[in-house]
């Protein structure tokens, strides 16, 4: 167990140092983590993912992305006139907890988004520089309406 937690703390302190990511996004690196160990292959389990242990069935890959990509998230507010963006550029922090679902970070609002409707642009980073960001910022969590249910 304690090599375990290791591997998902050097990841998740991998991840946040490669993408040069604030400090107030350790527990959704963490969070990240453990989701892709979870659907990784280990020894421990003769070559099984945790999670195909757990449910009985492979995991589903296709839905993972690059951690810190810029994604644009469907602006869902209602009564949008014409020429108004349908989109919200966010930063992409992990997946949502229980659904197939991702979780995202609005720096204009300063809120964690989770929602199902997004255009990914995985090879470019969010540039964290421009940013006024301090350790001791929470996390404020926003839910787009989605259907959960597939």
Same mark, same amino acid.
């Given at each position: ?19 040069? $990511?604030? =400090?107030?996004?350790?527990? #959704? &690196? ?6 892709? /160990?979870?659907?990784?292959? +280990?020894?421990? $389990?003769? =070559?099984?993912?945790?999670? #195909? &242990? ?6 589903? /890959?296709?839905?993972?992305? +690059? ?84």
């Amino acid at each position: 167990m304690e090599r375990r937690n290791q591997t998902m703390v050097g990841m998740a302190r991998s991840m946040m140092k490669a993408k040069a $990511l604030p =400090g107030m996004f350790w527990g #959704e &690196a963490v969070n990240t983590a453990v989701y892709i /160990l979870n659907r990784s292959p +280990t020894r421990s $389990l003769d =070559g099984k993912t945790p999670y #195909e &242990a757990w449910h009985g069935e492979h995991p589903a /890959l296709s839905f993972l992305r +690059t951690f810190d990509c810029i994604a644009h998230v469907r602006n869902t507010k209602p009564h949008l006139k014409k020429l108004d963006d349908r989109g919200t550029p966010v930063v992409f922090i992990g997946y949502g907890p229980g659904a197939k679902a991702w979780r995202f970070y609005d720096p204009a609002s300063r809120r964690a988004v989770v929602s199902r409707d997004a255009v990914f642009d995985e090879p470019t980073p969010w540039t964290w520089e421009d940013e006024n960001h301090g350790a001791d910022r929470e996390l404020i969590i926003e839910y787009h309406s989605m259907d959960l249910g597939s």
